[in-house]
């Protein structure tokens, strides 16, 4: 094998290793955001009785 190949492999085992990758909208305030919509909806379920 050549090193090209070799290089490539070795490329391939390290992003396998490295495990999956988080969505770009978690990456920022999205779970900050997504917790402050769940709080306000539950408040309004808790409050108004629906």
Do not use: C, H, Q
């Not at 090209?4 to 495990?19: A, E, F, H, P, V």
């Amino acid at each position: 094998m050549d090193l090209k190949t070799l290089n490539r492999i070795d490329k391939l085992r390290r992003l396998k290793s490295r495990g999956p990758e988080t969505p770009k909208w978690l990456k920022s305030y999205g779970m900050l955001i997504l917790a402050f919509l769940v709080v306000l909806i539950w408040f309004f379920f808790k409050n108004f009785n629906l």
